[in-house]
């Protein structure tokens, strides 16, 4: 219990710390929170695959591809033809992609950044470390619970 206690105490004090100050969404720009949360697991230099966006929203292909349509018809994302396995879609953010991005985002970088160098590098690669084996597992979570509520609808549950 003492790990999960530990985790329940720090997870918010982070986020308290450093959680953006207001969303500044731009002018005209509509966006949906599914949308934003796509925003969130995309950058302008390496690319994501469309299945990898599917798995980590917890939707198929197919309907993540929608939400792709809008938002590049919204001018915020890119889709291109991976060089090497033409069957592979990756997707980019566009330059206005990155500014809705950091507009929408619940954590400031600016704050972040500062936590994190107010760390002794050591320790900071440790958090970081840390960080990353946190996120894996939060994606297993994602992804068990879409089987598990697909396993309770076969067996004619309802979630």
Excluded: F
């Amino acid at each position: 219990m003492a790990d999960l206690d530990t985790a329940l105490h720090a997870l918010p004090r982070i986020l308290s710390a450093c959680r953006a100050r207001g969303i500044r969404i731009p002018r005209g720009a509509k966006i949906s929170s599914r949308q934003a949360e796509i925003l969130g697991y995309l950058d302008q230099e390496d690319p994501a695959m469309v299945g990898e966006l599917a798995d980590h929203a917890g939707v198929t292909a197919s309907t993540m591809s929608l939400t792709l349509t809008r938002m590049e018809e919204g001018g915020w994302i890119r889709r291109e033809r991976d060089p090497v396995d033409r069957r592979v879609m990756n997707v980019r953010l566009t330059e206005a992609g990155g500014r809705l991005k950091e507009a929408v985002s619940l954590l400031d970088p600016e704050r972040v950044h500062d936590m994190l160098h107010m760390m002794r590098p050591p320790d900071r690669g440790l958090a970081l470390r840390g960080l990353a084996l946190l996120a894996e597992a939060a994606d297993a979570l994602v992804r068990r619970g879409r089987h598990d509520i697909a396993a309770r609808i076969g067996e004619g549950s309802h979630p």
